[in-house]
Nanobody, 122 residues
């Protein structure tokens, strides 16, 4: 059974930083792309960043220059480093398992964890 468990969310002031973690199990981690998506209240799921099985990274425009996705194959964990946080980054952040090595290929992001809450407020 695929399990994705996120952690690291918190209340942080504008301009602050956080590192989110997602521990994966139940599948061969190195064989799949992973992603982070987020959902703000009243809005749809939004892709934030993707990393392929080979470590190629891609970011949404809103994340470029501020967020960094990475993965640790030894720990079967994917990370999202958030810097320069803004109030509009407030959302529930989920990690997502892709359909194969090269990408997510699932616009519904169906295989995802329960999420970790990031709140940016002064």
């Amino acid at each position: 059974e695929v399990q994705l468990v996120e952690s690291g969310g918190a209340l942080v002031q504008p301009g602050g930083s956080l590192r989110l973690s997602c521990s994966a199990s139940g599948f061969t981690f190195n064989d799949y792309a992973m992603a982070w998506v987020r959902q703000a209240p009243g809005k749809e799921l939004e892709r934030v960043a993707t990393i392929t099985g080979g470590g190629i990274k891609d970011y949404a425009q809103s994340a470029k220059g501020r967020f960094t996705i990475s993965r640790d194959s030894n720990k079967a964990t994917v990370y999202l480093q958030l810097t320069g946080l803004k109030s509009e980054d407030t959302a529930l952040y989920h990690c997502v398992k892709g359909r194969n090595y090269n990408g997510i290929y699932d616009p519904s992001f169906r295989v995802r964890g329960q999420g970790t809450q990031v709140t940016v407020s002064s």
